[in-house]
């Protein structure tokens, strides 16, 4: 069995696991005006909580999360304009406000009146824009949590980091390929000691990307300034995987300094914590719905 091969067959997500997802957090298109739909999928009942995910992810992998809070919340997870089967947004290089405005028309058709909202690295960028004091979105905002935000590139003095990353992101998906990319960069995304499972997830999401929605994030990424969107007008967590090489401690320490608050560690998890430690995760935001 040559590498590719046993590497595929290590990482293969088993049928029990996809016939859980469908069944306990199934996905759902939800028109959103003007011919668009976003992808969500969704599970419990209670107070909203609504999950953004990473460039590298999708809706799918919150569901250990949500099962974890189904007893007291809805968790409702979206795919991001060009994921899954959400619709990519007109501009090729879009901005946090137009991730922000398709979170705000997915509010209004899912008639929530407010929620938690939880952005994890990339979708961190669209949950503190739709936090800012100048959002319409801002009101309907009870708390912001944020996992491992990224923090973009578009600040001035990040030119020189903004077209590295922007060149070698697209060369990447250029040379590999979806299928490629995930082979190839999931395991970043947890740390050594993530169970089989967990690295298991964060590869299937990874290889589920689409091609253009992913160029998409890539510009959000290289255009946002998430510092500069920060502090929100309404109580925040920020929160990193103690073991986090993506986004590290040392860069999630600046968002929360900026917002006034700790940085929250969480034990024995690298970028994707919210899936290898979904109890750690979903016991901090049971501590937001109690606040």
């Keep these: 069995m040559n590498d590719a091969i046993a590497t595929h067959a290590q990482s293969a997500l088993p049928a029990s696991e996809l016939a859980l997802l469908e069944a306990r957090f199934p996905a759902r298109a939800v028109p ?23 460039i590298g992810s999708g809706a799918a992998s919150w569901l250990g ?44 058709a899912l008639e929530l009146p407010s929620c938690v909202l939880v952005g994890h690295s990339l979708g961190a960028i669209t949950a503190g824009r739709a936090a800012r004091k100048d959002s319409a979105l801002a009101s ?27 060149a070698e992101r697209l060369a990447t998906l250029d040379e590999l390929g979806i299928a490629g990319m995930a082979a190839k ?45 920060l502090p929100p007008v309404m109580p925040v967590r920020v929160a990193c995987g103690a073991l986090d090489a993506v986004t590290t401690p040392e860069a999630c320490a600046e968002v929360a300094r900026r917002c006034g608050v700790p940085l929250e560690s969480i034990a024995d998890a690298g970028h994707a914590s919210y899936v290898e430690q979904p109890q750690a995760v979903a016991a901090l935001l049971r501590e937001v719905l109690a606040a």
């Design 185 to 229: 960069r999931a395991g970043r995304l947890v740390s050594g000691n993530a169970s089989e499972r967990a690295r298991q997830w964060v590869q299937w999401n990874m290889a589920r990307l689409s091609d253009g929605g992913y160029r998409q994030a890539v510009e959000l990424l290289c255009n946002a300034d998430l510092l500069a969107d």
């Design 65 to 108: 999360l949500a099962l974890q809070l189904a007893p007291q919340a809805r968790v409702i997870a979206w795919d991001a304009p060009g994921y899954g089967a959400s619709t990519p947004l007109a501009p090729a290089s879009p901005c946090a406000a137009d991730y922000a405005q398709r979170l705000h028309g997915l509010l209004d």
């Design 32 to 54: 959103v005006g003007g011919g668009a739909v976003v992808s969500v999928r969704e599970c419990g009942a209670g107070p909203a909580i609504v999950c953004l995910h990473g």
């Design 140 to 166: 309907r905002i009870r708390r912001l949590v944020l996992v491992s935000p990224a923090a973009g590139y578009g600040a001035p003095q990040r030119e020189e980091a903004r077209r590295k990353v922007r």
